[in-house]
């Protein structure tokens, strides 16, 4: 690891200064649990490393009208808080499945996104909920859906001179449930072969909406339309249920590697897609 600047701003502007001014030469640090393994193996070579640790705006989580999440939160704090209960719980679920306990009390949201694996666990749920990036940059601040926030293998739409303050997540409705489960190898400490989350909002025995998101089946998180279209206006029976996770897999554009095959990775989206939606249901009918 070669020698860097580290820098503490206070405030978010003078966190965007430094920006504006280093650009591509500096990056942001919250909890460190993806940048310093990657600066260690020479993957980035920072010349300015910015701590995020003294801007209270990025660590604030709040339930009013709808959720608002810190790109600084942890993992552990989004795995506890109260904040994300009832409808928001698939956020939850999936901030408790990033890496270890000791990870979690240091890794944050805004890292596990920005960082851009197609594997990354907070992603599906924040796409499936609608959820927006709220970027701030020399120009102001500005919203991106979390569906358009990925580009591209460890790409997003940040500018260099760019940063993530908070996910905006609008409130999904009276009857509204979901749920995010992701399969790996091993129980803990590995990343998703392939991971789903589904949303759903219920009234008078009908879906009214119906959200579905894959993770590691494609460059980035993506949408499965077609299943979610199947389900809207229909009554959510365990037959919908199984021909919505049939047509999931119209999304998954998987590899072949040595976690898992093309075919395997098809079999876990039909798989996972029907157990999230029936949870789903479940969570919406309570």
Request: charge should be positive; glycine fraction near 8%.
């Amino acid at each position: 690891m070669r020698r860097f600047d580290l820098v503490l701003p206070n405030t978010l502007e003078d966190c965007l200064k430094i920006l504006a001014e280093r650009g591509a030469q500096a990056k942001l640090v919250a909890g460190g649990t993806d940048l310093l393994p990657q600066m260690k193996n020479g993957v980035l070579r920072p010349a300015v490393v910015v701590d995020l640790s003294g801007i209270a705006r990025v660590r604030q989580v709040g339930n009013g009208n709808g959720l608002r999440i810190g790109a600084a939160a942890t993992a552990r704090e989004l795995e506890l808080s109260p904040a994300l209960r009832g409808a928001y719980l698939a956020i939850a679920e999936s901030a408790a499945m990033v890496g270890s306990l000791q990870i979690r009390n240091l890794a944050t949201v805004g890292g596990n996104l920005c960082n851009a694996a197609p594997s990354a666990d907070m992603a599906p749920p924040l796409v499936a909920l609608e959820a927006q990036a709220v970027i701030a940059g020399p120009k102001g601040e500005r919203r991106v859906p979390m569906v358009d926030f990925f580009t591209g293998v460890r790409q997003t739409v940040l500018a260099p001179n760019e940063m993530l303050i908070e996910l905006v997540v609008p409130p999904p409705g009276a009857h509204s449930g979901g749920q995010y489960l992701r399969h790996t190898p091993r129980r803990e400490l590995d990343i998703a072969v392939v991971g789903v989350a589904s949303q759903l909002t219920i009234a008078d025995g009908r879906c009214t909406k119906a959200r579905i998101a894959l993770a590691s089946v494609a460059p980035t998180p993506v949408r499965a339309t077609a299943a979610e279209r199947s389900l809207e206006g229909q009554a959510v029976t365990p037959e919908a249920i199984e021909r919505a996770a049939g047509l999931a897999i119209e999304a998954a554009k998987p590899i072949d590697d040595q976690r898992g095959s093309i075919e395997f990775r098809k079999h876990l989206v039909r798989v996972l897609t029907r157990r999230t939606l029936t949870t789903a249901l479940a969570r919406a009918n309570a």
